[in-house]
């Protein structure tokens, strides 16, 4: 059986680079969600997300397109992020996807609790939120409002009693970056083996 790997975390817990590491590193097609807000400084449209307007969001919907969506009130307006149902065909390959708690159980209900795999990385919050302000700090515009009602968002949304409700047992810490993808690395690897896929041996 092919995976979906899905990736979760709260904001600044390093999943966008963990993200593009197992894409270089492992034998795994992208998910890559769909996104009103607006393109960072170093995103590429395509490669992150596919940044869509409004208006696109809207005739995606007409057309039953999604697969799940959510929306955020941020302090720059409605921001919303979505994945389309044929974001990934497992019959063709095992997939990498980076997102939400929120989003990871409509996936996982979708395409069944066996296909889709968690991956949840955790990071001490005071490493986060300086993380999370080095960056903004790196924007034409930085959104320190945004940044703070991330945060504390994050805070509600990956409450334990969720992660427990959500079946999410094990995590990685991503304190070290090489530790934290090696162990990611180790037990993907060890999964797409069993499934027959080739992996290098490094990986396992």
Known sequence: MNHLFYIMGKSASGKDSVYQWLLRELPLKPVVLYTTRPRRAHEQDGREY?????EQLREMRAKSQLLESRTYHT???????CTAKDAA??????YLAIGTLESYLPIRAYYGEEAVVPIYIEVDDGVRLARALER???EK???YTELCRRFLADAEDYAEENLMQAEIGRR???Q???ACTAEIRAYIAALLADDGTAVDSEAV
């Open 172 to 174: 990685f810490e991503n």
């Open 136 to 138: 903004e700090r790196q």
């Open 141 to 143: 515009a930085p959104r």
């Open 75 to 81: 302090e720059a307006g409605d921001w919303t992020y």
């Open 50 to 54: 596919h940044f869509i307007t409004v």
């Open 176 to 178: 070290d970056f090489a």
């Open 89 to 94: 065909d497992l019959s063709a390959g095992s």
